[in-house]
């Protein structure tokens, strides 16, 4: 039996539970997303004190890369979590699938939203009640409930489950809805990722303009993706096909849904989900389309952009600036070249292509997508939402897509960064995705204000 070190915390008065941005439920996810992708200091980003004197990177990398495979086999997938609170405190257990057999994840978070004990043991397959969608109301579906009423949605595929919460507004629908197809990384139901510089994002945007939306007599979903709790399934084994099927799927368990108004939904992509929804919109019928700071030139361009920008605040040189490009020309190169099942290395620096096989054929599917080639074959009104202080896609993207785009208009929020907050600076470093961050001026009013404008089955 493998006992990984567990520190339980000493009982405290009770206190509620931690806020959606950064519960345990949450927590646990990124530690678990983060040893799955080989990002073992972030998997100990949010040990307290204790745990870090206890166990460091490298010993979590030996514990998930040696210990863990000798004794249950090759890890498949994780299911849904659950999570106790008792004390203040929390525990979360996450029922692991491994090559030989069922292992569970235990997590436990202290009133300070810090992991206190991590501890991995043999486990059994989760029962129907708890492999299935919940019917009632569970600690995931609080933290994430906005609507007037919030109901867990579970879209089945092949042999996992996207699961999520549908909010709800006041009133009798069918509602119109908006889906909110999230962002690249460990991004939750909320828009939240610990795993992120500076701790990540967690201040819970899509919760926030979900609430917004609800408001105005817009229904919300909101499905975690393949592999992130509460959805089941490998999330480390896709490429960009799988994630457009995915949100088909999606799309059309809306058209069924009694709350919903087959007629009316508009699909949200936010960042590499804005790469996802247009190709969305070219598969299936929808009412509208979002981009949200959404890529309008290839992502090789993109990313080459992003460390050329970061090399040119750290005062580089010219000539160092030009050795950079060439070098991720030549990696990237080797990635679209790349058959499956081949990790992809370039010099001795070691970077996520020269780790992983899996996320080499990602990359590789997404560097393969001509966003205005697919913008110019969407023919519904489309919104593209940009910001100015956008590091991650530069503020001449938004203006690309609505120039391909037939039906195409622009909100320009000169004051929003990539994670739809209030920005002080086109930067990555300095920015505060924390806890306290708010959802830039004039986002929810001006999607909102083109929702209400929009008039289905017009294309004008």
Partial sequence: MLAMALVMPAAQAAAPPASASDSCTALSANLLHAMRNGHFSAATAHFDKTMKALLSPQRIKQAWQQQLPAIFGAFKNAEMPQEIHKGGNSIVITPLRFANGWGKMLVACNTQNQIAGWRILPGKAPNAATSQAPTGATVWIAEAAVGAKTLPITVERDGFALRGVLDLP????????????PGSGPVNINGNDHAGPGGGIAYSPYKKLAAALVKASWAVVRIAKRGMPPSTGNGNDVVFADQVDDNVAIVEALRKNPHINSREIVVAGHSIGGLIAPKLATETPLAGLILLEAPGESMTKITITQAIESAKKEVASARKIIALKDHLKQLYSRVVKAPPGQTVSLGKKQTIFSKSASLVQLYKSWFAQKPLATA???????????????????????????????????????????????????????LDTGKHAKLAPGLAAGIIHWLQSLEVGNGS
């Fill in 376 to 430: 110019r074959k969407v023919k519904i009104p489309a919104l593209v939402v940009q910001g100015g202080m956008d590091f991650n896609i530069p503020p001449g993207n938004g203006k690309r897509l609505v120039r391909a785009l037939p039906y195409g208009k622009l909100l320009y929020l000169p004051k929003m960064g990539h994670a739809l907050d209030i920005a002080p600076c086109r930067c990555m470093k300095q």
């Fill in 170 to 181: 006041a009133g009798r629908g069918p509602f119109p809805v908006v889906d909110l197809i």
